[in-house]
Nanobody, 116 residues
Framework: QVQLVESGGGLVQAGGSLRLSCAASGRTYSMAWFRQVLGKERELVASLNWPTLTAYVGNYVKGRFTIARGTDAYTTYLQMSSLQPEDTAVYYC????????????WGQGTQVTVSS
């Protein structure tokens, strides 16, 4: 089990950019970013397998969001560009300990608000 701490959320105008960071307290196999709007289900935004650096980015953010690993091996970034009001949500970082394992460890979430 690892602790995850997100940072980098905030208020931005449509078309702007933000970078979210997720710092893990230990090594994990896969890290992912999810987002959730109040009253809706949490959805996967992007994920990254650290050993292979295999990345997945959801179709609705592809070309605008990228996920990357930090140089310290315990940090994952979500670079968000061309933000739109529909990207407004609480963004959560999550970690899975091995291949095929569920995302069991979650951060506290960081709010991203995009104004039109």
């Amino acid at each position: 089990q690892v602790q995850l701490v997100e940072s980098g959320g905030g208020l931005v105008q449509a078309g702007g950019s933000l970078r979210l960071s997720c710092a893990a307290s230990g090594r994990t196999y896969s890290m992912a970013w999810f987002r959730q709007v109040l009253g809706k289900e949490r959805e996967l935004v992007a994920s990254l397998n650290w050993p292979t650096l295999t990345a997945y980015v959801g179709n609705y953010v592809k070309g605008r969001f990228t996920i990357a690993r930090g140089t310290d091996a315990y940090t994952t970034y979500l670079q968000m560009s061309s933000l739109q009001p529909e990207d407004t949500a609480v963004y959560y970082c999550a970690a899975a300990p091995g291949p095929g394992r569920a995302y069991d460890d979650w951060g506290q979430g960081t709010q991203v608000t995009v104004s039109s």
